[in-house]
């Protein structure tokens, strides 16, 4: 809770249109590239807010509400039918705004 917490209070000080990327799995993600390349992977997708996925559950004790994610995720338009869609917070990347709305 304290992580939703601070990175709420962060998102009221970007302006909108600014990228932000939370991450804490540094060990993973952006392993080796350059911020112009999380950029360009970032833009890659055309979506306003990228989130990790894995292919694992984990917790399991929240496996059963993994699917109805997945359900869900589906009807934004998410890939469920790829081997990594299970949501893992350890990345997210977007817009100010997007970012905002998405933890609101």
Not at 55 to 72: G, L, T
Not at 85 to 104: D, E, F, Q, S, V
Request: proline fraction near 4%.
């Amino acid at each position: 809770l304290d992580k939703l917490i601070a990175y709420w209070t962060f998102l009221r000080t970007v302006d909108d249109n600014a990228i932000v990327a939370f991450v804490d799995a540094f060990d993973v993600f952006g392993n080796r590239i350059s911020g112009h390349e999380l950029l360009r992977r970032f833009y890659s997708f055309g979506r306003p807010v990228v989130i990790s996925t894995e292919e694992n559950i984990f917790p399991r004790e929240v496996e059963a509400q993994a699917e109805p994610a997945v359900e869900f995720y589906g009807k934004l338009g998410g890939n469920v039918s790829a081997p990594s869609r299970y949501i893992n917070a350890g990345g997210i990347i977007g817009y100010g705004w997007a970012l905002r709305y998405m933890y609101m």
